[in-house]
């Protein structure tokens, strides 16, 4: 089936240094990725949307200067939370969207950063 | 408006039968889908309706009705492993999650 391999799965970094997680699509193409954020006992809340090649489309309230969206090829896609805060704790989760993936989704891992 | 509403928590014995409710109110639909959730894991799959009626799959189950905005996911024979959060999302691209559902599977 459909994989996205998402690294790191965790991550500590210290406030005002910048971090990448990288999402792979493994055996598909996604010509779509989402990127989630998750907070504790929380819903996951979508972040931006980028297709292969093209800008991400942030939703309201997500800084795309800090959260910058790398789509480059169809099998990869990598989120760079720069200058991190404390606040940007969380964990955060891609969803790629192609042909093989069952209703069309399929998420990675996820990436537990902590900001200290 | 993009809404999807579930409960919070349940609580369930082990062996018994659960049903998760979602409702919901989206712009668009290209489906329904159910993923459970561990505590600090990716959700996994579970589920997609797309039509009317009811999926089967193993001790997993889901509902959808259409023209009422509702689905739920049923789990038979609890296990303790069942503890988990149930995701329900919908709408167009991208999905919209509800909150999730914590259920807590008890001996």
């Known amino acids: 089936g459909a994989v996205v391999s998402q690294h790191p799965s965790r991550v500590i970094c210290k406030s005002g240094t910048s971090v990448k997680i990288e999402c792979r699509s493994l055996d598909f193409q996604a010509t779509t990725m989402f990127w989630y954020r998750q907070f504790p006992k929380q819903s996951l809340m979508l972040m931006a949307t980028?297709?292969?090649?093209?800008?991400?489309?942030?939703e309201q309230g997500v800084e795309k200067d800090k959260f910058l969206i790398n789509h480059a090829s169809l099998t990869l896609s990598t989120l760079t939370v720069t200058s991190a805060h404390p606040e940007d704790s969380s964990f955060y989760i891609c969803?790629?969207?192609?042909?093989?993936?069952?209703?069309?989704?399929?998420f990675g891992s996820g990436t537990r950063l902590t900001v200290v | 408006g993009q809404n999807i509403d579930q409960p919070t928590e349940m609580t369930a014995t082990e062996g018994a039968i659960v049903q998760i409710n979602c409702t919901y109110q989206?712009?668009?639909?290209?489906?329904l889908f159910w993923y459970q959730q561990h505590a600090g894991e990716a959700p996994t799959f579970l589920s997609y309706n797309v039509l009317d009626g009811l999926e089967e799959k193993g001790r997993f189950s889901s509902f959808l009705s259409r023209s009422k905005g509702y689905s739920y996911l049923l789990l038979k024979e609890l296990q303790m492993k069942d503890s988990a959060s149930y995701l329900c999302?919908?709408?167009?691209?991208?999905?919209?999650f509800g909150k999730g559902t914590r259920l807590s599977v008890i001996a």
């Open positions: 980028s297709n292969e090649g093209s800008k991400a489309t942030y």
């Open positions: 989206t712009s668009g639909f290209n489906g």
């Open positions: 969803s790629a969207r192609g042909t093989a993936a069952v209703g069309g989704y399929t």
């Open positions: 999302a919908g709408g167009e691209t991208p999905l919209v």
